[in-house]
């Protein structure tokens, strides 16, 4: 249900009201924090040491951008980046075709989640994967059920609290033991050494510029910033922004400057947990056998690092799984219902999003490459939701003067680009047989 914003006061938007406007971002940032991160980042640092360090940062600078633009479309205009999609391809088939691309995305993305999960459970407490993936699927009902009865901002609080968990999970290692300063810098230098590499680059954008991310931010910040007035329609003129904003009782250009804040300290959280994995990994899996799986990164961890580390690794993948496959949910029933115009209850959905994820758990697939190859799929799926983002938030009609400065919607398209090219060379690699 909408949050009810207070009545904005004169001046400069203070701490304490920015404060509480925070929430969104970290959120939507647990999507760069699932297990397909944590698969991706281990082995990357585990097979080709710090050499993919720069693919890291570059692609935490890029998703900085995305999400801004995606909770300033959700703001500007009051609706979701696939309900003005679903507004805007007029054609039915086209409407389809773009959303089944999106849902394959979106099931990707649980795939990922529920796996990471299941495999967090059976390292804890010995649990047998399938019997994982399905308790990590109940819990993430639970969440769902009260993301729907208490509202945005409980979950928020619930979602942020797992947050902190993978925070304090997957950085501690680095505490214990650093890595090499000289290797971080050298890893900084864009480069790739074999097809191997182009495909986990491809891997780690994909879990770290995740299309259902990019879905469902807009979501979040049109929910959370919704008027008090139910049953209010909003288009995208500028009388009806006018109204809009006098209904929430804030200035849309405040709420844009705590959202700058929100995404940063978001994307400041998971880059450097991302980071911190990689160079876990670098540091202290390269060359071990094993370690390309998260079971044999947790034993060597484990033999290597300790207990505590080993199962404050494995915590952390667990609340990752949680958090992460509720969020992911709540994207693909925003997609569902902006582009088929059809509203399908959370909980019905995350029942049959789940059978392909424990399709792969009972038949014995092996969990961590299942992880790797999911990002692989949601690194094709960038294109078709950060295109059609930079080009609506470019546009006056859309966001009038809150749309993109020239330097902006250029950055957006180099990001495009270059994602864009990244996956065209990778499918030439596997097509080649390299």
């Known amino acids: 249900m909408p949050q009810e914003i207070p009545t904005a006061a004169p001046g400069r938007l203070g701490l304490p009201r920015a404060a509480w406007l925070i929430g969104p971002a970290l959120v939507a940032g647990v999507a760069y924090l699932d297990p397909g991160n944590v698969a991706s980042n281990m082995t990357a640092g585990a097979i080709y040491g710090y050499l993919l360090v720069w693919v890291v940062v570059l692609g935490n600078v890029m998703a900085w951008l995305i999400q801004y633009l995606s909770a300033k479309l959700g703001i500007v205009t009051g609706r979701s980046l696939p309900e003005m999609l679903g507004a805007r391809i007029t054609n039915k088939w086209g409407r389809r075709l773009y959303w ?12 990922a989640e529920v796996i990471g999960g299941a495999v967090a459970l059976n390292l804890l407490f010995n649990v ?37 968990i993978i925070a304090i999970g997957f950085t501690f290692g680095v505490l214990v033991a650093p890595p090499d300063p000289a ?36 979501a979040l910040a049109r929910d959370r910033f919704a008027p008090r007035a139910l049953g209010v329609s909003t288009t995208t003129d500028a009388a009806s922004r006018t109204g809009l904003e006098e209904l929430r009782g804030i200035s849309t250009t405040r709420l844009l400057r705590a959202t700058r804040w929100d995404v940063t300290i978001a994307m400041i959280i998971a880059g450097t947990v991302n980071l911190c994995i990689l160079l876990l990994a670098a540091a202290n899996l390269a060359g071990v056998p094993g370690t390309q799986s998260l079971e044999g990164a947790y034993a060597a961890l484990e033999a290597g690092l300790g207990p505590l580390v080993a199962t404050l690794f494995a915590v952390g993948l667990l609340a990752s799984g949680l ?10 029933a925003e997609i569902m219902h902006g582009l088929l115009h059809v509203d399908v209850p959370l909980i019905v959905r995350r029942l049959v999003t789940l059978i ?18 999911s990002q692989v799929v949601l690194s094709f799926g960038i294109p078709f939701a950060l295109i059609p983002l930079v080009a609506l ?22 990001a495009s680009v270059f994602l864009i090219a990244l996956n065209a060379t990778l499918l030439w690699l596997v097509f080649a047989g390299a």
Request: proline share 4%.
């Open 356 to 373: 392909p994820a424990l399709f792969i758990l009972a038949i014995g697939f092996d969990p961590t490459l299942a992880l790797v190859l």
């Open 128 to 164: 047998p994967l399938l019997w994982g993936g399905i308790i990590t699927g109940t819990v993430s009902i639970c969440l769902l059920l009260l993301q729907s009865k208490r509202g945005p901002r409980t979950f928020e609080f619930v979602v942020i609290g797992l947050l902190a």
């Open 323 to 332: 958090a992460s496959t509720s969020v992911g949910a709540y994207a693909g």
């Open 183 to 218: 290797g971080v810098v050298a890893g900084l230098v864009p480069r790739f050494e074999g097809a191997g590499s182009v495909l986990l680059a491809a891997s780690i954008l994909g879990a770290t510029i995740m299309p259902h991310a990019i879905y469902a931010h807009s």
């Open 100 to 111: 089944l691309q999106a849902e394959l995305v979106a099931m990707a993305t649980d795939i």
């Open 393 to 414: 938030t470019a546009r006056r009609d859309v966001l009038g003067s809150f749309r993109n400065r020239a330097a902006t919607t250029a950055a957006g398209i180099a």
